[in-house]
C-alpha cells in the first residue's frame, strides 16, 4: 500500500531533454497539462503527493524515479547514468531524508537509473542498460541482500530501462513486452503480455487500487481490466517524446 508520492513539475527547459525518439519536440504546455492529470491520478489513488517545483537547470529532473529507489525500509539515493542528469539527485536528496532515516548512495563508478529497478514483493530485479552499469547494479545488489532482499542483476538487451518493459501488479502477476515475455528470470510469473504494437503501454502503475496505463492501448487495458484491476487511462504523449513512461514521473512509496 503506497501512502506517499513526490513528483517535479517539468520545467520551461523540458523541451530540451534527452531523447532517442523520433516523435518530434515536446510541447510544454501540453505537458504540464498532462502532469497535473498525472497528479490527479496519484490523488485519486489514494497517496499524499509531494509536489516540487521545477528546475531549469536540469531539463530532464521531472522524471524523479531515476533519482532514488525507495523502499519500505530505507532509501538508496542513485547515480544517473547521463552526465547531464547527475545533479538532479542534489534537489531530491533533502526530500528523501524527509521521509526516511536509513539511505543508502550509489558511487562512482556505479550508475543507476532508478528505472531500471522493479521490486516484485521481497525480490528486487536491477536492470543494466545504458544507464544502469553493472557497478551500479552490484553496489545495489549488495544494498539490497545486506538489508534481507533478494536481488538479480539482469542484462538488457533492447528496452531503454528495465521498467520499458515491465511492470509488477501484485498477486504474483506481471504486465511484460519484448524481451522479458520469455525471459527465464520471469518465468514462475503470471504474466500479461502486451502486444507489440502497444509495447508502450508495459510501462504501467499499480499504484494501491489503480493501475494507471498510458491511454491509447486498448488490448493492454482490457487484458489488466479482465485480471481484475481498476484502470486509470492518462494521455502520455509528450513525456514519451523524451522517453518518459508513466512510472518515471513518480516516487511511490
Do not use: W
Not at 174 to 191: Q, R
Request: proline share 4%; hydrophobic share 35%; net charge negative.
Amino acid at each position: 500500500m503506497y501512502k506517499n508520492t513526490i513528483v517535479k513539475i517539468p520545467g520551461e527547459t523540458y523541451v530540451n531533454g534527452l531523447t532517442t525518439s523520433n516523435l518530434g519536440r515536446p510541447e510544454l504546455a501540453k505537458a504540464l497539462e498532462q502532469h497535473k492529470a498525472y497528479i490527479r491520478a496519484l490523488e485519486k489513488c489514494g497517496t499524499k503527493v509531494t509536489v516540487l517545483p521545477d528546475n531549469i537547470e536540469f531539463p530532464d529532473s521531472t522524471f524523479v524515479e531515476d533519482t532514488a529507489v525507495l523502499t519500505s525500509k530505507f532509501a538508496v539515493i542513485s547515480n544517473p547514468g547521463a552526465l547531464s542528469r547527475n545533479g538532479e539527485i542534489h534537489d531530491m536528496e533533502p526530500v528523501i531524508k524527509s521521509f526516511y532515516e536509513t539511505i543508502y548512495y550509489i558511487k562512482a563508478p556505479g550508475t543507476l537509473d532508478g528505472g531500471d529497478i522493479l521490486q516484485i514483493e521481497e525480490h528486487f530485479y536491477i536492470g543494466v542498460s545504458a544507464r544502469t552499469n553493472l557497478e551500479g547494479a552490484r553496489q545495489l545488489k549488495q544494498i539490497f541482500e545486506y538489508e534481507g532482499y533478494k536481488a538479480t542483476i539482469i542484462h538488457l538487451e533492447k528496452f531503454f530501462h528495465l521498467k520499458t518493459g515491465i511492470a509488477y501488479l501484485g498477486d504474483q502477476t506481471i504486465v511484460v513486452a519484448g524481451e522479458f515475455i520469455d525471459h527465464p528470470d520471469f518465468k514462475s510469473y503470471k504474466k500479461i503480455i502486451v502486444p507489440r504494437e502497444e509495447e508502450y503501454a508495459a510501462n504501467c502503475v499499480h499504484v494501491n487500487d489503480y493501475v494507471i496505463i498510458p491511454a491509447g492501448n486498448p488490448v493492454t487495458k482490457q487484458k489488466i481490466n479482465e485480471a481484475g484491476y481498476q484502470t486509470i487511462e492518462l494521455e502520455m504523449s509528450e513525456f514519451r517524446k523524451l522517453d518518459g513512461g508513466l512510472s518515471c514521473l513518480s516516487l511511490r512509496f
